[in-house]
């Protein structure tokens, strides 16, 4: 793991602290991207077509 070189934000200007955020989501979906290759998680269905957005019944069973 790398060590993290953490500014104050109190110190920072307003154009850093946004780039800081930038590089924190491109981070996010770069490991996203990367687990999704890894596991094949289907990201880019809808709740509809994914098994993970159905209601289920009161026995479980997918509605």
Same mark, same amino acid.
């Given at each position: 793991?790398?060590?993290? *070189?953490?500014?104050?934000?109190?110190?920072?200007? +307003?154009?850093?602290?946004? #780039?800081?955020? @930038? +590089?924190?989501? +491109?981070? @996010?979906? *770069?490991?996203?991207?990367?687990?999704?290759? /890894?596991?094949?998680?289907?990201?880019?269905? #809808?709740? *509809? /077509?994914?098994?993970?957005? /159905?209601?289920?019944?009161?026995? @479980?069973?997918? +509605?």
């Amino acid at each position: 793991m790398r060590t993290m *070189n953490i500014p104050d934000p109190d110190h920072m200007t +307003a154009e850093a602290r946004l #780039s800081e955020v @930038g +590089a924190i989501l +491109a981070t @996010g979906i *770069n490991r996203l991207r990367e687990k999704q290759k /890894q596991e094949k998680i289907p990201l880019d269905k #809808s709740a *509809n /077509q994914c098994p993970y957005g /159905q209601k289920s019944t009161a026995k @479980g069973e997918r +509605a």
